[in-house]
């Protein structure tokens, strides 16, 4: 018999679910009023030892939990004889056991289970010294459609294919001038145009132990793969800064003993002194180790969820750490926790029902917007053009569904970067750009070392469509009238 304090039967109240909506926050001491009334929810929660007899009777790894929880007591009563790096890692050792449990109970998960995971997501929050807050509710979010109401209405409507097309491209391309127009403009004719930040990848390791089903760089296959040294990715940038680019993503596969929170580390480092403002594209990190690559200079996190569809997820991702659905989910909520100041997301579109996961993926971005209203936030829509022989797209995506998509992302999040890739056809490419993209990669290469005039072919994770080099896609956009910024500073100008 279970003798936990908390009720199985219990249901969740608006206000355990989203404390921190009370007071909607946005960085003023109206934000601040939302944060307090949070903390005084987050006090009302059980403890972490409450749930001792509950993990006695039911979890098979009781003994060691125990001992971790007697562990985190001892702390908790006396956190100034406790170095803070002993209590960071404690609070890791707790974040790693929340996402076990997540992952073990995924199928059957009670009140109590959810419960637990909240224990264990504040406790680590507090052992770290990190700002009290409610706990990460980013599943609940992207199921909830009473998120839609105040902020995502109309983008939601926008997806319907009766939502006529040319009027959603007007709505979207205002918008986009509104809140991107630049102060200065090339075009001959005088039309305002938004600023376009240019940046280009740095794919630094193809190294991966994933099994994602639609992807040709997925652990099984023979491929050549490549992991740059250090030196070997700053030349690589060198290269990108003589075409003019300072924002560089870092990109890299999944390969825990290679692609590890120190090696990016090293390099984001070695690209700031370059003067490089390097973000990331690599697999979904701890908190700990977020705030390691906050304070090797990383800028902006970009991580697609794929699919929100959680059965579908776990049909496409068989295997490797990526396997973990709310591991990935959450990444946004531990970077920013972290300090991150950009939050990209997306979804790979042709693995599932469109409309669906675009309108989850807009709900994660209005709990991410309510739960860190000073940070930017991003959308990138990659399609799958190119699998595996043996995987049919389920769900393909038309240039127009596309461009609905786009808008409609637009109708929603004003103020969000709308990020493209080169995976697009230029002609493509240019049609997004006069609606309302607003940053742009250019001249890219997807594979490890891929900038070396004359490197070996090791062969690309996906392949680039626009081929244009980076000068031609400025001068494109020049053209047009778009003022080209090459760093995030250089936007802040306009
Ligand atoms: S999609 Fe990314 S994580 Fe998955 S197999 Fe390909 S490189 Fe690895």
């Known amino acids: 018999m279970c003798s936990c304090v908390i ?26 009023a939302g944060i307090l009334s949070a903390i005084m929810t987050v006090d009302a929660l059980p403890s972490l030892v409450s749930f001792a007899d509950w993990i006695r009777e039911t979890d098979a790894h009781a003994a060691h939990r125990l001992v971790l929880m007697e562990q985190v007591e001892r702390v908790l009563r006396k956190p100034e004889e406790v170095a803070d790096a002993d209590r960071r890692v404690l609070a890791e050792k707790l974040e790693r056991w929340r996402y076990q449990h997540l992952n073990e109970h995924a199928g059957e998960f009670s ?12 406790t680590a929050n507090q052992l770290a ?42 709505r979207a391309t205002e918008l986009t001038i509104e809140k991107f127009g630049g102060c200065r403009t090339t075009d001959v004719t005088g039309r305002m145009r938004q600023r376009v930040l240019l940046y280009a990848p740095v794919y630094v390791s193809s ?24 030196d070997e990715a700053v030349a690589q940038a060198r290269i990108l800064q003589q075409r003019g680019f300072r924002h560089l993503l870092v990109v890299g596969g999944d390969f825990p003993s290679k692609t590890t929170a120190a090696y990016y580390a090293d390099i984001l480092q070695a690209l700031v002194r370059e003067g490089v403002e390097p973000g990331i594209e690599i697999a979904p990190q701890s908190t700990q180790s977020y705030a390691e690559l906050v304070d090797a200079g990383v800028c902006g996190l970009t991580l697609y969820q794929e699919t929100y569809n959680e059965e579908l997820y776990s049909h496409y991702h068989v295997r ?25 997301l997306g979804v790979l579109l042709g693995l599932a029902d469109v409309q669906e996961d675009v ?7 209005v709990y991410l917007m309510d739960r860190f209203p000073d940070r930017t936030l991003a959308f990138s829509l990659p399609r799958i053009h190119e699998a595996p022989d043996e995987f049919d797209i389920p769900h393909p995506v038309s240039d127009d569904q596309l461009i609905r998509l786009y808008c ?12 493209l890739s080169t995976r697009e056809p230029a002609a493509l490419r240019n049609r997004l750009a006069k609606i309302c993209i607003t940053q742009m990669s250019a001249g ?6 891929g900038y070396q005039p004359g490197g070996e072919d090791i062969g690309e994770q996906f392949p680039v469509v626009d081929h244009r080099s980076a000068a031609e896609v400025a001068r494109w956009l020049e053209e047009e009238g778009f003022p080209v910024c090459w760093s995030i500073e250089e936007t802040k100008s306009l």
């Open 207 to 230: 190294e991966c132990v994933n099994h994602c089903r639609y992807c040709g760089f997925r652990h099984p296959q023979h491929i050549t793969r490549k992991h740059l040294s250090v």
């Open 320 to 344: 490797g750490p990526k396997s973990s659905y709310r591991w990935r989910l959450e990444s946004h909520d531990r970077a920013a926790e972290a300090g991150v100041s950009r939050l990209g």
């Open 7 to 32: 009720d199985n039967d219990s249901s969740l109240s608006p206000a355990w679910q989203y404390p921190w909506r009370e007071n909607k926050g946005n960085g003023t001491i109206e934000g601040q």
């Open 408 to 419: 409609a992302l637009r109708i929603g999040f004003p103020e969000a970067e709308l990020v």
């Open 111 to 122: 009140s109590q289970h959810e419960a637990l995971a909240d224990a264990l997501d504040l």
């Open 129 to 170: 010294g990190r700002p009290d807050r409610p706990p990460r509710a980013t599943r609940r979010a992207i199921d909830d459609p009473s998120l839609d109401a105040d902020t995502i209405e109309e983008a939601v409507a926008a997806l319907g294919a009766g939502f006529p097309l040319d009027r959603l491209v007007d």
């Open 444 to 449: 890219s290469s997807t594979a490890p070392g």
């Open 359 to 365: 309108i989850a993926m807009m709900r994660h971005a």
